[in-house]
């Protein structure tokens, strides 16, 4: 089995700060209320049947909390969790060895189960609708298929790219949750809560800035927040200011409207090398020297929410709002 297959120990190698960041409780899960308020029915009926939760697919950009709140799930589940990476998966038999070792109403996380191997996705589509493992042993005329009773248990799939999951998988999901990126005012409210929990004073105003320059992400903000905090206490103030947060937020190579240098890149070489657009994904990657993955999963999904790239059928085209403001 590949060693890094079964890894509930991933989130000890965030920084120890990351983690004491990390919503404990769905009181400081703020914002996603629609996805929050399904997922608590889900839980309650499950506890109140005494069953496993129905599996529920949660998908969305990187860092909107998909993993956060798979932890939480269990927590209110009052079962353990079980976390795998899907591309990690390499043979059917690691993933059956996961599912027999579920306890009833285990939820097994798979994470970027649009990344899942196809062979080891098939055994998935019994084991999620009839809790059983379909398993063919041996070849030709005497190849026979052999049956193994699971314990009911809930899968919760989190993906970047949904749209890359095969039908039978997703259409096994009781459950579709869209992840969407947080307004301001929610992004303020996790700043507020986590300043607190790192015991820095962060005023209104900078409170703000940092929300508006986090492209709608938690991660982000809070990934901003310590360098801010940084640059504060190496500056001794007392309280983190609006200056505090430009200076760092120049260090990091935030701009205005939170994009990154890659995000800029970006938008810079469809200017510079295609007029502007329309170009196709590939050629984009190629001249940019970045993967199609990255691009098509962190940079894009944020620059066509904010109106700056758009989608048309023959590619990518900037909009007059990016020419704006990369010029
Ligand atoms: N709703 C929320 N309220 C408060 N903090 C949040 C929330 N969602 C996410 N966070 C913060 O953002 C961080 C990143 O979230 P998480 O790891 O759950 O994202 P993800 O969607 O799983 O990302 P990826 O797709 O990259 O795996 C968490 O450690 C947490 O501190
Ligand atoms: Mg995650």
């Known amino acids: 089995m590949n060693e890094n297959m079964l890894n509930p120990e ?34 309650k009926s499950a506890v109140k049947r005494k069953s496993a939760m129905d599996h ?38 690691d993933l059956a060895a996961v ?9 097994l996380f798979i994470d970027e189960i649009h990344r899942i191997h196809i062979s080891v996705e098939e055994i998935l589509y019994s084991a999620m609708e009839d809790f059983r493992l379909d398993i063919l042993i041996g070849q030709g005329a005497s190849a026979r ?12 799939g989190a993906t970047t790219r949904s749209g890359l999951l095969s039908n039978p998988l997703r259409d096994r999901f009781m459950a579709h949750l869209h ?17 607190k929990k790192m015991e820095v004073s962060l005023n209104q105003d900078a409170n703000l800035e940092i929300a508006s320059r986090s492209r709608g992400t938690p991660r982000i903000a ?10 504060s206490l190496v500056n001794d103030h007392k309280t983190i200011s609006v200056d505090d947060v430009k200076k760092a937020l120049e260090l990091l190579d935030v701009d205005s409207l939170g994009l990154d240098s890659m995000d800029r890149k970006i938008l810079k ?25 990255t691009i098509e999963e962190v940079h894009e999904p944020f620059l066509l929410k904010e109106g700056l790239l758009l989608r048309t059928p023959r590619g990518r085209t900037l909009s007059d709002k990016a020419i704006d403001h990369i010029n």
């Open 10 to 43: 991933q989130y000890s190698h965030e920084p120890i700060e990351e983690l004491r960041l990390r919503p404990s409780s769905f009181n400081e899960y703020i914002g996603q209320r629609k996805v929050v308020e399904n997922i608590d029915l889900m839980v």
């Open 56 to 93: 529920a697919l949660l998908s969305g950009p990187p860092g909107l909390g998909k993993t956060t709140l798979a932890m939480l799930i269990s927590k209110a589940l009052g079962s353990e969790l079980h976390v795998v990476s899907g591309p990690a998966i390499e043979k059917k038999g």
């Open 145 to 156: 298929t052999m049956q193994i009773d699971l314990v009911p248990f809930t899968l919760v």
């Open 222 to 231: 809070n990934r901003i927040l310590r360098r801010v905090r940084d640059y």
């Open 99 to 107: 599912l027999t070792n579920l306890k009833p109403r285990d939820v």
């Open 269 to 293: 070489v469809i200017r510079d090398y295609y007029n502007g657009g329309p170009v196709g994904i590939e050629a984009l990657c190629a001249t940019l020297g970045e993967d199609k993955q």
């Open 179 to 195: 992840f969407d990126f947080y307004q301001d005012d929610e992004l303020g409210t996790i700043l507020n809560n986590n300043a």
